[in-house]
């Protein structure tokens, strides 16, 4: 079996004006939609990012493809290496660091190539990886501060202003009602961290038993997130990415015994060991999209269970393929003992067929098609692609974006 | 697709009186030999361990298995788990400890279970595994010192004795001249320290370019270790367990710049965690009997990538089933950068058709058929069924073995 053609597609999606560290969502997000055809007729698909450096990177690479055979995940590296020297050679400034550009790219072509392992045999993606943990697979609420959403040209604006703690909790009452969330996730780093504070102790108030967890970015010092932690005390199942760089979460942890996650510190496999040694964080968010895959992220999985660390999920701004790849991941991955992170409620567009799934008690349950098991929508992807070709945005730039919402906003982190 | 029947036959092959810490090898090695069959008509193979332990693990759950879905590793383990409560509850002295049964029959029914996912799709295992890093796998000459053969009822000798460094220099050139091995290991822990120096100078004369390794196994106590590694500054590519225990090892390392390699004081996935921290070794052995199958020394294989530890490949006596699946592990290990070890040459027995491989260049070709790309001669198996009958021998026992050879035999570790 080999591939015939690959069909990188970029689309974007409208989005809304989210609050981070870094800045705010723009009013649209990118992703890159992948097809890869086979000489036996089956059809691998995958979603990556659609900022520049990934599908430049994943269109240099598409065409490299025709031959390969989908179950030589090392052969699919050595292409993808060899075509990306210095990374894809992309210039434009975007916080995809270079050295994770050929991980990122595989990471996309890797869940394409498994979808088709799945569809050969008729077996779903979690049987490919060895089996399901679980098949039930829990998702928490993602709680963003945001501004009411000002230019309303590529889509709506959802809730308006959040920029309170009580209008936190009114958003986490309303994805509660609606998703059914037993676990709750701020994005922090946007308020002063006392207002944050406070706005957890009000989400702990309106929800007395869901697990909650703030991730403000590497937003605070040592001393300031030593405080919170001190504030928080009892209230967090965990402090995701509260400083920045790993010698500050380690200097943290030494003081604290609240856990520490992270999706920034750690990023590559050796610095799981780099984070044991040094103790800077009790717990890694796995994601296939760079992770190298799916086979990555159980790998990432067993190393944590070795290394006695705990796995949750991260989340980007993302869909309906990669929301698949992420249950058959967390279904194939025994240790992943949290609630995975989702953007998914945060858009209400879908490219595959049959629509959005629908959240029960947070939950989904893992896809049992062949494969991935879900099914590209061509017309609702071609819609997409028409919204990306208009909205001649080609990157993601939220520290940009939020000078339309503060004109003088500076980026800066630690900030306090 | 389920499993409807798993067969397991004990078969005992005849074997030379090798010298080890322990003692000697009897006069004969004990396998069990496995077949998974399953309702589409697939069968799949695996070769484990002979001794009473594994046998009775492997027996208790053969019929437990019926049903299971080949592609469900974890609901193997779990019923693996559930079958074994206290690790079998074997009481039989053996070399194995309790916690690890469980994973040395999942090991043995995990292989099965992948060589019929491989044949399912008329793929090779290593494409199972994610594809090939290579197909041509290199070994090393396996070297014992040896006593003449004194029982020759199960079969012949071989060499005669070989208790002097001149003799193993002489069985080394047998075993180079016909095998074309380009790495030669040396079983030690056998003569004093100063005898096994003398042996491995005069194989580094006698061969100037190949790899030499030591093993004795934990049989020297740190500061003989380090007298050793001055002795052999230069001359060993690795050193392989010198002393007994993690502790040990990470003192002996802290000492000396000579790679260290272990079977022995790492040989769970905790155990890879705790040796980095103590920068006790360097190397580890990998070995899909016991890492939990091939997926599980592919994960072994990625958890040292990311502690940036070497990995070689680790033997115990064995057949062509077991070399199928070595080649199969080996081929799909990127970071396998060792010749790995193999007792194969020790015996003259197979039981996979077409007889025993041929070693070119102390290299053979990763099988291409389906599966491990190996078939059962079934009257193989009868015939050496038939000697584990008639030789009444249930466990691997070489401290009493050595007895026959030294009656005073005192086993000791460290000895020296």
């Known amino acids: 079996m080999n591939i015939t053609e690959v069909i990188v597609t970029p689309i974007a999606i409208p989005d809304v004006p989210l609050a981070n560290t870094k800045g705010v969502h723009p009013s649209v997000f990118l992703r890159a939609v992948i097809e890869v055809k086979t000489d036996t007729g089956l059809v691998g698909l995958g979603e990556a990012y659609g900022a520049v450096r990934t599908l430049s990177g994943l269109q240099t690479v598409a065409p490299k493809l025709e031959g390969l055979d989908p179950y030589d995940l090392r052969d699919l590296r050595r292409r993808i290496v060899e ?8 210039n434009a400034p975007t916080a995809l660091a270079d050295h994770k550009v050929v991980d990122v790219v595989y990471s996309a072509f890797e869940i394409a190539c498994l979808d088709i392992r799945g569809k050969e045999v008729g077996r779903p993606l979690y049987e490919i990886l060895g089996g399901a943990a679980r098949k039930t697979i829990p998702f928490g609420g993602y709680l963003f501060y945001k501004f009411a959403k000002q230019d309303l040209t590529f889509g709506p604006d959802i809730m308006g202003e959040v920029m309170t703690p009580d209008a936190l909790v009114d958003q986490a009452k309303l994805f509660v009602g609606e998703y059914g969330f037993k676990s709750l996730k701020l994005k922090g780093g946007v308020l002063e961290p006392d207002l944050e504070v406070e706005t957890i102790l009000k989400l702990r108030e309106a929800f007395p038993n869901h697990g909650l967890r703030i991730d403000p970015m590497g937003a605070w010092t040592v001393p300031t997130a030593a405080r919170v932690v001190k504030q ?26 609240m856990p520490l996650a992270t999706n920034l510190v750690v990023v590559e496999f050796e610095e799981i060991i780099e984070a044991v040694k040094k103790d800077a964080v009790q717990i890694i968010l796995s994601d296939h999209h760079y992770w190298r895959g799916a086979t990555g992220a159980i790998h990432l999985g067993e190393i944590c269970r070795a290394a006695n660390l705990g796995v949750s ?27 995975c ?6 858009s209400s567009k879908e490219i595959i067929k049959g629509g959005r799934p629908t959240f029960k008690n947070g939950t989904l349950q893992v896809p049992e098609g062949p494969g991935l098991g879900v099914e590209l929508d061509h017309e609702a992807v071609a819609e997409l692609h028409e919204l990306y070709n208009k909205a001649m945005v080609a990157d993601r730039d939220d520290t940009n974006e939020m000078l339309k919402y503060i004109p003088d906003y500076v980026r800066k982190v630690p900030r306090w």
């Open 83 to 90: 075509a990306l020297p210095n990374s894809g050679g992309v």
């Open 232 to 257: 928080l005390d009892g209230v967090l199942e965990y402090l995701e990415d509260p400083c920045r760089g790993m010698d500050a979460m380690a200097k943290l942890s030494a003081q604290i015994d």
């Open 313 to 339: 999920m991260h989340s980007n701004s993302h869909l309906g393929i990669s929301l698949a790849a992420m249950c058959h991941v967390a279904a194939a991955t025994p240790n992943l003992t949290y609630d």
């Open 341 to 346: 992170d989702t953007h998914y409620p945060w």
